[in-house]
């Protein structure tokens, strides 16, 4: 067999993208190895309850386990300075060993939970796009995750077609989030 079951077969479409398939190519072995070394983290597992909702997730669970879960919930009117202000402020709940839980739905829950990862702070995600079996951490997210300090829930099943977020849904997020603090 030519090629592992799953392969992905891409055609470059212009020169841009031909140097990112070699770097891709070329950092399989080193993510291979990570998987290898923390398989639990990059195995989509589905089933997971808390309270009355059911999640699929990737990483790692056991930071559901922590005691200090802490809610990052932002209004989208605040301003820059507001944002950079309670970022700080959530940041240093974060180093003292809150872990920081949101949807990062607006610019500022973006902001805080970009930081943290960027700090080394771990965190809980929780995305509206669910996951198929075959589902990862995106590109971006794959040593963090290696690391053990995301873990990322979706309590909706995987659509092919990404809808736009509604504020119903936002609100219905933002209530599971609470619900995730709590436990």
């Known amino acids: 067999m030519l090629f592992e079951r799953g392969y992905n077969d891409l055609i470059s479409k212009n020169y841009d993208m031909l140097p990112r398939i070699i770097n891709y190519v070329n950092d399989n072995p080193r993510r291979l190895a990570i998987k290898r070394a923390h398989p639990d983290y990059f195995r989509v597992r589905f089933g997971i309850r808390i309270g009355e909702q059911t999640y699929a997730a990737i990483g790692n669970r056991f930071l559901l386990d922590h005691p200090d879960k802490l809610q990052v919930q932002c209004s989208r009117k605040l301003t820059d300075e507001e944002i950079r202000t309670i970022t700080e402020l959530y940041i240093n709940k974060a180093r003292n060993g809150?872990?920081?839980v949101s949807p990062a739905i607006s610019k500022g829950e973006q902001t805080v939970m970009?930081?943290?990862?960027?700090?080394?702070?771990?965190?809980?995600?929780?995305?509206?796009?669910g996951f198929t079996t075959f589902s990862k951490p995106g590109h971006?997210?794959?040593?963090?995750?290696?690391?053990?300090?995301?873990?990322?829930?979706?309590?909706w099943e995987h659509q092919t077609e990404r809808t736009p977020l509604t504020r119903v849904m936002c609100l219905q997020l933002n209530a599971m989030v609470e619900d995730i603090c709590k436990i």
């Open 98 to 100: 809150a872990i920081l």
């Open 114 to 129: 970009r930081t943290a990862l960027n700090k080394g702070l771990p965190i809980i995600f929780l995305t509206p796009w």
């Open 140 to 155: 971006q997210y794959y040593d963090v995750c290696a690391e053990g300090r995301l873990l990322i829930l979706a309590p």
